[in-house]
């Protein structure tokens, strides 16, 4: 069972950068086996795709929303996915989880496609 650990949210104004991690541990996991995602939920809203990449990093996969200001990257090495944030707006608000899935041969954008979630860290973009 792989355990997921989001970090590097925080308040940021509009126009700047943030990079999120997500750490990947538990007993006996491979990194490389799993397919990995961001998402995002800001309040009242339902969550929603952000990126994806596959499991050696050969593909990802991004929201018409943030393509081009956001972008995913994996170090298997380090069981870390990172996300780089830049170019932030205040509709970038929200809760951001990572999500992991050993079954996933490429990318994919669909929430129920991934069995396992982090528990997220905050993201909040001042204008």
């Known amino acids: 069972q792989v355990q997921l650990v989001e970090s590097g949210g925080g308040l940021v104004q509009a126009g700047n950068s943030l990079r999120l991690s997500c750490a990947a541990s538990g007993s006996g996991v491979t990194f490389s086996s799993y397919a990995m995602g961001w998402f995002r939920q800001a309040p009242g809203k339902e969550r929603e795709f952000v990126a994806a990449m596959s499991r050696s990093g050969s593909m990802a996969s991004y929201a018409d929303s943030v393509k081009g200001r956001f972008t995913i990257s994996r170090d298997n090495a380090k069981k870390t996915v990172y996300l780089q944030m830049n170019s932030l707006r205040p509709e970038d608000t929200a809760v951001y989880y990572c999500?992991?899935?050993?079954?996933?041969?490429?990318?994919?954008?669909?929430?129920?496609?991934?069995?396992?979630w982090g528990q997220g860290t905050q993201v909040t973009v001042s204008s």
């Open positions: 999500a992991a899935d050993v079954r996933l041969g490429g990318t994919s954008r669909v929430i129920n496609s991934y069995d396992h």
